[in-house]
Nanobody
Framework: QVQLVESGGGLVQPGGSLRLSCAAS????????TDWYRQYPGKQRELVASITSDGSRNYADSVKGRFTISGDNAKNTVYLQIHSLKPEDTAVYYC???????????????WGRGTQVTVSS
């Protein structure tokens, strides 16, 4: 069984910074990609950043320059560093990992339960 747990959210003033973590645990052979999404109330989740196992990164245009995704393969953990936080960054942030549980197996997608980020003075 595989579990993804996000952490690091909270209440931050505009202009502040946060580092979100997404820790994967369980029966993991390899993680192919990990994505960070955010979801506003009543809206669909939107992709904000992605990282592959070889370190390739992609960002939504709306967050380029302020969000940085990184990974620690040894810890099966992916981070999302957010700088210059704005009120419009207020959302629940979720991570999604596509991973294999065995070398010759298929790729499965797992989601965490999310972490709330609130940007307010």
């Amino acid at each position: 069984q595989v579990q993804l747990v996000e952490s690091g959210g909270g209440l931050v003033q505009p202009g502040g910074s946060l580092r979100l973590s997404c820790a994967a645990s369980g029966n993991i052979f390899s993680i192919v990609t990990t994505d960070w999404y955010r979801q506003y109330p009543g809206k669909q989740r939107e992709l904000v950043a992605s990282i592959t196992s070889d370190g390739s990164r992609n960002y939504a245009d709306s967050v380029k320059g302020r969000f940085t995704i990184s990974g620690d393969n040894a810890k099966n953990t992916v981070y999302l560093q957010i700088h210059s936080l704005k009120p419009e960054d207020t959302a629940v942030y979720y991570c999604n990992s596509n991973l294999k549980t065995r070398v010759d197996g298929p790729t499965y997608s797992y989601w965490g339960r999310g972490t709330q980020v609130t940007v307010s003075s």
